[in-house]
């Protein structure tokens, strides 16, 4: 090869003519050139459209490739896209949810809550459902029972806390219709507040905790309890096809709670993805495009109704009137085999491109899956929209070329007709000449050198030439200029879209640097409230062991000094003595009473008190209550009456201990605050519904009554109304707390109304189950059945460690004419047992070797039938049922009275 400074080939054999041949060799020599110049021409006009042809196929490769280059990452922008909006309002549902979890696990904190929203809440007799008003921002509803009950008010409250956050995510897009909770204890909450939920069936037909907004988050079918998409389905409020996604809710123990979600319209979807207009127009990057979603089963969810003909499925309009239709059709209906067979390709693959030829018309598609959901997003665009522009550039570019060609041979005819006339004179001087200067500045150009500029005073063709050849430097030097400016602000761009990309990879590392920060310290404060509220727990456990053990043992002595001075007032005494002995019966009642309430409030406020259901009779245990109060009536020379209604004269399922227990409190309270006059104790049912009866008890005096401002703070517990040092009345405030406690523990209503000077009417309202009715007399005053003085006759065995409780056992039942044996261990007992036959053990719940439960469980299991009757001065609920699960017939609590124990001999004697 020749340096770049040499000069081409045919200025070398121009000069070679020039010089050795002369001017009629060199006009042969053009004559020669300018046949071979025709022949080229014509050689070139046979195979022009040959040429044309393979630039067309060239160019529609190229722009073919391009454009699916172009779509594929169109189709990917938008699936990353999604991809971001379907997480980003799975993290919504994910922060209701654990927002729910956090609430619930401070439920306990009052001061918290908001107002009891129950207090509104209304049940609907169609479907039987509680709902708030509608005026509400958010819905609240509980259809998981007959009745509100304390636990479902206090989560319907906590439901009710959660509405800024529903709210919240409600309006994080336009796409997000209605927010929700679900609970698993039939309360949930809608926000915003709509007619949809109140036309829901009874629960009977159709309840809500059976939706896959529920079934499909719960533990069985969601062990990794993270977010989850249901599958679309059609709304009956009229927003077309909806899908939701839906957050599991769970309990501090693990315990599955309900589920947090939130429902999205397709069509808000699809517009968010295309960025659809309100008009339904997107902006589509090519002519032509078409957009569909497809669900995870490859049904069509999202696509426009009058363009699926394109894919050969029928679209009438008559079939398809809503999007509800198009969720049953997917490619597998398409008459075309192409289509069917693209959606069969589309189950099992994350992304694809392919050409899709339907008929005479091909179309390129583009798909791409979501993870997320299983979602595939598809891009459908015609080919004719790609290969058009490529066929109108080479039709332009051929016609161009012709008419170039045409003008080039003109000009090439009419500058030989002219070097043939002149050539002889003007040759060397207009022809050669210009021609070396042009082809000097053509190798220059090919150099790189684009500043060259021929200069040619002339008006001929060579100066049009030089001209053109000017024009054509000026246009390669403008073009280099574009292209570095081009490539400038490109670069620029790259740079700025680099600087912002790395600007927000920063602030989202801030963010996760700052949420883990604060997930860290949620989570030590979460530890440290668990540490408390295991602390709190023992503290309370601590305090109910030591309150029961001190009770048993204060009831235990007690049962020697009450015991024992009853037998004393039994006995002749002269009228002093019994007066001091009537003060000693009277200071150990109230002891006893002090002790019981004490225990019995503890409880209560610690949670651990438990109901003891059973089949008794309210009446019943108002006329007892009513008898065994009279004594005290009498002493301060009061009437004490007692009123039953006939209707209220049934058996219901309750708990006779505590019901006496509120009735004992009503009754001696009455009788304390009065001097004068009477106290009346009434029992009425006033109405029967689904097998329960509600029932009203009423306690009236006419004592010194209370003003309004004190009828609450009497319930507050260690309150009286005369708190002062020179208070007529004693007591330890507790009576009316206990009752209060007892009553909403059985879920009714306790009041009180008052007049000061007039007396008080407290009345207690409460809805039992009922078993039977029997007949009785509306107002009668009970009396005892069994009095002081009623034999019996048998052999009784004692079975007590603590010698005072057995002496005085054994005196009442020596009074009463019964043969007593004494046991003061388990061993002594069993022996006992063995050699003798009795009708009736008594047994010591608490005793050193064996105690009596376990003792009376051995009896059992070796067939022993004889009645046996627990003794204990532990007044938990554990013990009794301990004792009656082991085999014990009846329970008798220490201390207790001669009437106790003969009612005792009266059952099993």
């Known amino acids: 090869m020749t340096g770049m400074s040499a000069s081409p080939p ?57 454009a699916l280059k172009m779509l594929s990452a169109v189709n990917a922008e938008r699936a990353e896209k999604t991809e971001a909006l379907l997480q980003k309002f799975s993290a919504y549902a994910r922060l209701v949810a654990r927002d729910v979890e956090l609430r619930t696990r401070f439920a306990g904190d009052r001061h918290q809550m908001p107002t009891d929203v129950t207090k509104q809440m209304e049940r609907y ?12 921002v958010m819905m609240l509803c509980y259809w998981g029972g007959a009745s509100i009950v304390p636990e479902i008010a206090e989560q319907l409250n906590l439901l009710a806390a959660v509405e800024p956050v529903l709210a919240e995510a409600k309006s994080s897009s336009p796409a997000v219709v209605a927010s929700h909770l679900i609970m698993a204890s039939g309360t949930a909450a809608y926000y915003p507040n709509g007619e949809n939920v109140l036309s829901l069936p009874p629960v009977a037909v159709f309840d809500i905790r059976n939706s896959n907004n529920f079934v499909m988050a719960n533990p069985v079918n969601n062990p990794e309890a993270e977010p989850l998409w249901v599958p679309v389905y059609h709304d009956d409020a009229g927003k077309g096809m909806v899908t939701s996604v839906t957050a599991p809710i769970y309990g501090a123990a693990g315990e599955f709670l309900g589920v947090a979600g939130l429902d999205l319209t397709i069509d808000g979807i699809r517009k968010l993805i295309f960025d659809e207009q309100e008009s339904g127009e997107s902006e589509n990057v090519v002519a032509g495009e078409l957009n569909m979603l497809l669900d995870d089963k490859g049904r069509i969810v999202s696509f426009p109704l009058g363009k699926l003909h394109v894919l050969g499925i029928s679209s009438s309009h008559d079939q398809f009137r809503t999007a509800a239709d198009v969720l049953e059709v ?45 979602w595939q997003l598809l891009t459908i665009v015609p080919e004719k929209t790609i290969v058009t522009p ?35 004179f003007m040759l060397k001087r207009y022809f050669l000449i210009p021609i070396q200067r042009v082809t000097d500045a053509a190798q220059k150009i090919r150099e790189g050198d684009l500043d060259v500029e021929i200069t040619l005073n002339r008006t001929d063709e060579l100066g049009s030439l030089a001209k053109t050849f000017n024009v054509m430097a000026e246009n390669l030097r403008q073009g280099r200029l574009l292209e570095q400016n081009y490539m400038h602000e490109l670069r620029s761009q790259v740079e700025s879209q680099t600087a912002e990309l790395r600007q927000q990879q920063s602030l989202l590392e801030q963010a996760l640097h700052a949420l883990h920060v604060d997930i860290e310290r949620r989570q030590q404060v979460e530890r440290e409230l668990i540490e408390a509220k295991v602390k709190a727990e023992a503290a309370n456990l601590a305090k109910a062991n030591f309150l029961a053990n001190m009770t048993h043992e204060l009831r235990t002595p007690l ?41 019995d409030f503890s409880k209560l406020e610690s949670g651990h008190l438990q109901l003891n259901t059973v089949v ?59 001097s004068r006059g009477e106290v009346v104790a009434r029992l009425m049912m006033t109405k029967q519904s689904d097998g329960k009866g509600h029932f ?53 209503t306790l009041a009180v109304e008052s007049t000061p000077g007039s007396g008080s009417l407290f009345r207690v309202e409460l809805d039992l189950p009922m078993v039977k009715t029997i007949d009785s007399e509306a107002d009668k005053r009970v009396e005892p059945s069994i009095r002081n003085g009623t034999t019996f006759s048998g052999r009784i065995l004692v079975v007590e460690d603590y010698e005072p409780t057995h002496t005085l056992i054994r005196a009442f039942l020596k009074g009463a004419g ?36 376990e003792l009376t469980r051995r009896l059992r299991s070796s067939g022993n039938t004889t009645p046996i009757v627990a003794m204990t001065a532990h007044v938990d609920g554990r013990i009794i049922a301990d004792s009656q699960a082991a085999g014990a017939d009846a329970y008798l609590g220490k201390p207790f009275r001669r009437k106790d124990l003969l009612g005792i001999l009266d059952n099993y004697l």
Do not use: W
């Open 125 to 136: 007799a169609s479907n039987g459902i509680y709902y708030n008003p509608q005026s509400a």
């Open 390 to 424: 490529v066929q109108a550039i080479a039709n332009a570019l051929a016609s161009d070329f012709e008419d170039l060609g045409k003008q080039f041979y003109a000009i090439a005819l009419l500058l030989l007709l002219v070097t043939l006339l002149i050539a002889t």
């Open 559 to 599: 049962i020697g000094v009450l015991g024992m001075n009853e037998l004393l007032l039994d006995s002749s005494l002269p009228e002093h003595q019994r007066e001091l002995a009537m003060t000693v019966q009277r200071s150990g009642e109230n002891l006893l009473a002090l002790v019981n309430d004490i225990l």
């Open 616 to 674: 008794c009779s309210l009446a019943e245990v108002v006329e007892e209550t009513v008898r065994v109060m009279e004594e005290n009536a009498s002493a301060k020379r009061l009437s004490l009456r007692c009123q039953i209604d006939s209707a209220a004269r049934t058996q219901i399922y309750g708990d006779p201990l505590r019901l006496r227990q509120v009735v004992v409190n009503l009754v001696g309270n009455a009788i304390k605050f009065t």
């Open 696 to 748: 009203v008890v009423e306690v009236r005096d006419s004592g010194i009554g209370m003003e309004q401002e004190d009828l609450q703070a009497i319930f507050a517990p260690f309150v009286q109304v005369d708190s002062t040092s020179t208070r007529a009345f004693a007591g330890t405030g507790l009576g009316l707390a206990i009752v209060r406690e007892l009553v909403e523990a059985m879920q009714g």
């Open 818 to 853: 019964l043969e007593v044996e004494h046991a003061r261990s388990a061993s002594d007992a069993l022996q006992l047992i063995e050699k003798n036959g009795y009708q009736l053990i008594l047994m010591d719940c608490n005793m050193p070797d064996i105690d009596g439960i």
């Open 10 to 66: 045919e200025v070398r054999v121009l000069g070679y003519i020039k010089q050795k041949i002369g001017l009629k060799l060199t006009l042969l020599f053009t004559g020669i050139l300018c046949g071979a110049v025709a022949v080229v021409s014509l050689y070139q006009l046979s195979h022009q459209d040959n040429f044309n042809n393979l630039v067309t196929a060239r160019n529609e490769q190229y722009v073919r490739a391009q």
């Open 330 to 374: 997917d490619l597998g209906d398409s008459i075309y085999p192409e289509v069917r067979s693209l959606g069969e390709e589309l189950m099992g693959s994350a992304e694809l491109t392919a050409r899709l030829p339907l008929g005479d018309q091909p179309y390129v598609v583009v798909a791409r899956q979501l993870s997320t959901n299983g």
